[in-house]
T-cell receptor, first 111, second 115 residues
Framework: DSGVTQTPKHLITATGQRVTLRCSPRSGDLSVYWYQQSLDQGLQFLIQ???????AKGNILERFSAQQFPDLHSELNLSSLELGDSALYFC??????????FGEGSWLTVV | GENVEQHPSTLSVQEGDSAVIKCTYSDSASNYFPWYKQELGKRPQLIIDIRSNVGEKKDQRIAVTLNKTAKHFSLHITETQPEDSAVYFC??????????????FGKGTHLIIQP
């Protein structure tokens, strides 16, 4: 167990819908990262927050947004969902050093 | 931005033999290079990492080497065992004291250990 908690573990939704994925980082970790993993794209970095502020942005679509709250948990919002958004979404956290710890992931299936 | 290339995409070795996975990166500012192991449907788990101020690091049967001049780093697994079968990802990042600035991952190597 990495200490990073993600909910829900599995989610099935229809095209055009909106979902929110939630992440609780390890206790005391200030940085939260979101990654998307699909079969043909590997692990794609989406976005990073550090102590509530956006720190780095990767290949995140405009339909996706995220935020980190004062208690350091984070949410990833995915809207206008398309079939191609089906993937495993990982949250990871870091104590401010370079080591990153991944959660178990949220499986999103868009039908 | 950073680009990480990883080879091979699939590697099959006999149990007990060694396995080597190679990665190259493009951004000379990158200074942190972790390796993750991912079993099917599970989270990536850090197995070893190296920072730019060292050229080699070992942990039991696993070692990583880094050549900053050539911008490549490699994972070496000796005396492979069936439980080593998994997908291995290399990654690169620039660390600046506030957490790694978003790891860029290679596309992964599926390591198969043949009994």
């Amino acid at each position: 167990d990495s200490g990073v908690t993600q909910t829900p573990k599995h989610l099935i939704t229809a095209t055009g819908q909106r979902v929110t994925l939630r992440c609780s980082p390890r206790s005391g970790d200030l940085s939260v990262y979101w990654y998307q993993q699909s079969l043909d794209q590997g692990l794609q970095f989406l976005i990073q927050y550090y102590n509530g502020e956006e720190r780095a942005k990767g290949n995140i679509l405009e339909r996706f947004s995220a935020q980190q709250f004062p208690d350091l948990h984070s949410e990833l919002n995915l809207s206008s969902l398309e079939l191609g958004d089906s993937a495993l979404y990982f949250c990871a956290s870091s104590p401010g050093e370079d080591t990153i710890y991944f959660g178990e992931g949220s499986w999103l299936t868009v039908v | 931005g950073e680009n990480v290339e990883q080879h091979p995409s699939t590697l099959s070795v006999q149990e007990g033999d060694s396995a080597v996975i190679k990665c190259t990166y493009s951004d000379s500012a990158s200074n942190y290079f972790p390796w993750y192991k991912q079993e099917l449907g599970k989270r990536p788990q850090l197995i070893i990492d190296i920072r730019s101020n060292v050229g080699e690091k070992k942990d039991q049967r696993i070692a990583v080497t880094l050549n900053k001049t050539a911008k490549h780093f490699s994972l070496h697994i000796t005396e492979t065992q069936p439980e080593d079968s998994a997908v291995y990802f290399c990654a690169a990042s620039a660390y600046s004291g506030g957490g790694a600035d978003g790891l860029t991952f290679g596309k992964g190597t599926h390591l198969i250990i043949q009994p």
